[in-house]
């Protein structure tokens, strides 16, 4: 098990960028992904983006972010990073890190959760 705390949400303007961080601690995360979920009132959690830990798997990305959402690591600090650029309102939702040992578009697959970060995108 790992567990996780998210940062760096807040109120933003449409149009600008925010970058949300993760800290993790715990076990060993070789074996691990991390992803950024999102869960917006009254819907789902969805993924935002996911990658593993390790390893040269190319990161994954919700349509709806492509080109605007970063995911990044440290290894050193061990923290993952979500980089958003061109916020648009409905965007807004409570902003979740997760890990799992095993990679699932479906956020009911994954184990690990931090207790989320709001992000609101209004002018």
């Known amino acids: 098990q790992v567990q996780l705390v998210e940062s760096g949400g807040g109120l933003v303007q449409p149009g600008g960028s925010l970058r949300l961080s993760c800290a993790i601690s715990g076990r060993s995360l070789s074996s691990y992904y991390m992803g950024w979920f999102r869960q917006a009132p009254g819907k789902e959690r969805e993924l935002v983006s996911a990658?593993?830990?390790?390893?040269?798997?190319?990161?994954s990305y919700a349509d709806s972010v492509m080109g605007r959402f970063v995911m990044s690591r440290d290894f050193v600090k061990r923290e993952v990073y979500l980089q958003m650029n061109g916020l648009l309102v409905e965007v807004t939702a409570v902003y979740f890190c997760?890990?799992?040992?095993?990679?699932?578009?479906?956020?009911?697959?994954?184990?690990?959760w931090g207790q989320g970060t709001q992000i609101t995108v209004s002018s």
């Open positions: 997760g890990a799992d040992q095993t990679f699932s578009n479906s956020s009911a697959a994954w184990h690990d």
């Open positions: 990658f593993p830990w390790t390893g040269i798997t190319s990161t």
